[in-house]
T-cell receptor, first 114, second 115 residues
């Protein structure tokens, strides 16, 4: 099973709202990632969590706040977003320490900021 | 700074034809080279991947060719089918000190297979 589950699939929010994106995997992976993807562009890395600790923040604005409550779950808390933050948000996971370095992606959350 | 360059940006091929996508990289620290397939509204799905010490890998209709000295690799899709119409991303990974890896994507190629 190589499934990464993201909820919700779609989200519409106003600029003053607070919302959260959720990502779950049960593959025993200890590295989890958030990406942002704009139309016709490749995914851009936002955050990396390794063993439930934030290891990389790619200079993401503070209106995006990640959280890793346990080894299977990754959240992205959203607050005071801008219309340009509208995008597909992808979660991925991988198993650190193995030779193949494969990241498995979820289906994403399509976010629209009005 | 685009560390993985991918071409062409788009490709139209007839059913049964061969689709070829090329990628080039600069960073010699990359240690694994996956290809991802993405359909509209879906996340990228791993298609096939290769280590830099292997020159070719084939899985069904998909083949990766890898040239380490030239720092280039390519994806060949044989007998292309309409269901192969998707965006394809080449990528390169670099192991992180803490754990996991950093994935650098090419710009993507939109493939359209005409019936």
């Amino acid at each position: 099973d190589t499934e990464v589950t993201q909820t919700p699939k779609h989200l519409v929010m106003g600029m003053t709202n607070k919302k959260s994106l959720k990502c779950e995997q049960h593959m025993g992976h200890r590295a989890m990632y958030w990406y942002k993807q704009k139309a016709k562009k490749p995914p851009e890395l936002m955050f990396v969590y390794s063993y439930e600790k934030l290891s990389i923040n790619e200079s993401v604005p503070s209106r995006f706040s990640p959280e890793c409550p346990n080894s299977s779950l990754l959240n992205l808390h959203l607050h005071a977003l801008q219309p340009e933050d509208s995008a597909l948000y992808l979660c991925a996971s991988s198993q650190p320490g193995q030779g193949k370095n494969i990241q498995y992606f979820g289906a994403g959350t399509r976010l629209s900021v009005l | 700074q685009q560390q993985v360059k991918q071409s062409p940006q788009s490709l139209i091929v007839q059913k049964g034809g061969i689709s070829i996508i090329n990628c080039a990289y600069e960073n010699t620290a990359f240690d694994y080279f996956p290809w991802y397939q993405q359909f509209p509204g879906k996340g990228p799905a791993l298609l096939i991947a290769i280590r830099p010490d292997v020159s070719e890998k084939k899985e069904g209709r998909f083949t990766i060719s890898f040239n380490k000295s030239a720092k280039q690799f390519s994806l060949h899709i044989m007998d292309s089918q309409p269901g192969d119409s998707a965006t394809y991303f080449c990528a390169a990974t670099q192991r992180l000190k803490a754990a996991g890896n950093k994935l650098t994507f090419g710009g993507g190629t939109r493939v359209l297979v005409k019936p």
